[in-house]
């Protein structure tokens, strides 16, 4: 079935840096973008960003853009982010998932999202 | 950016009774919204995209509706699993946005 399933959350200094893993499976995924969402504890859901389904262009929240990189590797069915300079704001669940519809002028909606792994930046 | 807003943020109720909620956006998303459900301790889970188009095994009792600035999500009748948090999201232009959510709680 379709699946999403996020890994490489943790405790992280303040500072330091994290990359996170989302493994999809039940799909083509090569052919599809995937947008990366997070969660502080007791709150609503903020669009980190997205990567298009070949790699070739990315869009970032101004609050992540210039720290966080998304990537992914098509041949191991694999969605990344690289975040860099966490700071205690970035404490949350983070969700990838996949997009339906972005293009050029407007992003897509997302319908299939993974569980979620948890980051926090604390000394 | 667009900024959406919901409303009621806190919504009780009782099983078999029906919701309705808000969703209002700043400026016109055209018909560029969907609508997610989080239980507690869950991912978010698509209810409705395009404003009116229910995702894949979404039953027959959610249902949304409106364009422009002004949307809705209707609960025909609650079932107890319907206890949750509701998110919009347009995504009509960039950066796509989140409301703030609105929480159905059991009366």
């Known amino acids: 079935q379709v699946q999403l399933v996020e890994s490489g959350g943790g405790v992280v200094q303040p500072g330091r840096s994290l990359r996170l893993s989302c493994a999809a499976s039940?799909?083509?995924?090569?052919?599809?973008?995937m947008h990366w969402v997070r969660q502080a504890p007791g709150k609503g859901l903020e669009w980190v960003g997205l990567?298009?389904?070949?790699?070739?262009?990315?869009n970032y929240a101004d609050s992540v853009k210039g720290r966080f990189t998304i990537s992914r590797d098509n041949s191991k069915n694999t969605l990344y982010v690289e975040m860099n300079s966490l700071t205690a704001e970035d404490t949350a669940v983070y969700y990838c998932?996949?997009?339906?519809?972005?293009?050029?002028?407007?992003?897509?909606?997302?319908?299939?999202w993974g569980k979620g792994t948890a980051v926090t930046v604390s000394s | 950016e667009i900024v959406l807003t919901q409303s009621p943020a806190t919504l009780s109720l009782s099983p078999g009774e029906r919701a309705t909620l808000s969703c209002r956006a700043s400026?016109?998303?055209?018909?560029?919204l969907a609508w997610y459900q989080q239980r507690p301790g869950q991912a978010p889970r698509l209810l409705i995209y395009?404003?009116?188009n229910r995702a894949t095994g979404i039953p027959a009792r959610f249902s949304g509706s409106g364009s422009g600035t002004d949307f809705t999500l209707t609960i025909s009748s609650l079932e107890p699993e319907d206890f949750a948090v509701y998110y919009c999201?347009?995504?009509?232009?960039?950066?796509?946005?989140f409301g703030p959510g609105t929480k159905v709680g059991i009366k």
């Open positions: 999201q347009h995504d009509n232009n960039w950066p796509p946005f």
């Open positions: 395009d404003a009116s």
């Open positions: 400026q016109s998303v055209s018909n560029y």
């Open positions: 998932a996949r997009d339906r519809g972005a293009s050029i002028s407007r992003p897509g909606y997302m319908d299939v």
């Open positions: 990567i298009w389904y070949d790699a070739s262009n990315e």
């Open positions: 039940g799909f083509p995924f090569s052919s599809y973008g």
